[in-house]
């Protein structure tokens, strides 16, 4: 029997991947883009999977039962490669890595031996019935999908972690060199890494406990509605993440935590170089402001000046321009009559909402409500 509902949302997610398939052929061959296309593929095969089942083509097929398994064995590994090489364009995924990822794969293949060749095709229909069920092979098929569940759940968990520590990193890095990192921090990444542990996560639980006859939360519909959003989601977000250049990363974050390289005297004399640019000069309104160009404009190198924020100011680049940015907001709010927007912008940041996220850090509430309570006070005292 069809599941009908299932069947029409997994159908149109493979709709989904095809169109975007479709697209990364038109897209730049950079090495995400690459590792993308993988994904999406992979992802087609997930889907097809959850349509075998749903659609009831497992009645006419029985023999390829299973056959998803060890390839959603890849879908981590290919999650944090396509991270990888977002974040780390100058970086390659090595051989040694790509043999790790495959070792996911050969565990399941060897788990589903007993499963795949001790079982006819009349034999593995006949489980899906209760009443025509063989109870030694159903204890088979039991232990083939629980133990395929758990080492989904514990590979692809591990790759999401590290997908989280690489973006953790990748974002420190960016703080070191730009006062604006939208547009490069891939925050959004982040988000979908946790989105897509869900959808993981509740895939591995139903899968194991359908076998237990354990039915929770109407996943049947949930699982589908809720992965069609992340899937749509991912994509939209994939495709409008810009490129980075190799002059906008390094292959390794900064250390701020070795011994200084230059004397104490030399880095209150950067600071104080650093300070006259920001005070005297506003460079901080410039909203592309960076490492290189602060460098250029105080002819100290790079080096010197990131060795002087971490070592002897104690912040990073990202911190110490927004600062000053935030202290000329607060001037604008309780001085003038103009829109927040319009003071985010003037003084140098991008976008609003990372003026109200470095705002509300840097004094504790919104522009908005700072705005708010001094009119509060001013109203008071007079």
Not at 321 to 328: L, S
Request: charged share 15%.
């Amino acid at each position: 029997m069809i599941n009908v509902v299932p069947t029409i949302l997994y159908s149109a997610m493979m709709g989904v991947i095809i169109s975007a398939l479709a697209r990364t052929a038109w897209e730049p061959r950079y090495k995400q883009n690459k590792y993308l296309t993988g994904l999406l593929f992979l992802l087609f095969i997930h889907i097809a999977g959850e349509l075998y089942i749903y659609s009831g083509v497992y009645r006419y097929a029985p023999s390829i039962a299973g056959f998803q398994l060890p390839i959603r064995m890849l879908l981590g590994p290919a999650l944090y490669f396509y991270a990888f090489t977002a974040m780390l364009p100058t970086r390659r995924v090595t051989l040694k890595s790509q043999l790790i990822a495959l070792s996911g794969p050969l565990i399941i293949v060897v788990v589903m031996i007993p499963f795949v060749f001790s079982m006819s095709s009349e034999q593995k229909l006949a489980l899906a019935n209760p009443s025509t069920r063989d109870p030694e092979l159903w204890k088979v098929a039991i232990f083939t999908c629980a133990t395929a569940a758990i080492t989904f759940i514990l590979f692809t968990f591990a790759y999401l972690f590290a997908a989280f520590v690489l973006h953790a990193k990748h974002k420190q890095q960016l703080m070191d060199k730009y006062s604006a990192i939208e547009q490069r921090s891939m925050d959004w990444l982040r988000v979908l890494l946790f989105l897509w542990g869900l959808v993981w996560l509740f895939y591995a639980a139903d899968y194991a406990l359908t076998f237990f006859g354990v039915k929770w939360l109407s996943i049947g519909v949930f699982l589908p509605v809720f992965e069609l959003g992340v899937l749509i989601s991912f994509v939209q977000l994939a495709f409008k993440q810009i490129q980075l250049t190799e002059s906008e990363k390094s292959s390794e974050p900064m250390v701020t935590d070795r011994e200084a390289i230059i004397s104490q005297d030399k880095m209150g004399l950067i600071a104080n170089k650093l300070t006259s640019a920001m005070v005297e000069q506003s460079l901080y309104k410039d909203e592309d402001l960076s490492l290189n160009s602060l460098s250029n404009h105080i002819s100290v190198s790079e080096n010197h000046i990131s060795e002087t924020l971490s070592q002897y100011l104690e912040t990073n680049f990202f911190q110490f321009v927004n600062r000053y940015r935030v202290e000329e907001a607060k001037a604008l709010l309780t001085n003038s009559e103009k829109l927040v927007s319009t003071i985010a912008y003037e003084v140098g940041f991008k976008s609003k909402s990372t003026f109200n996220s470095a705002f509300k850090k840097q004094v504790g509430e919104t522009p908005t409500a700072y705005k708010k309570s001094f009119q509060y006070k001013k109203a008071a005292i007079e």
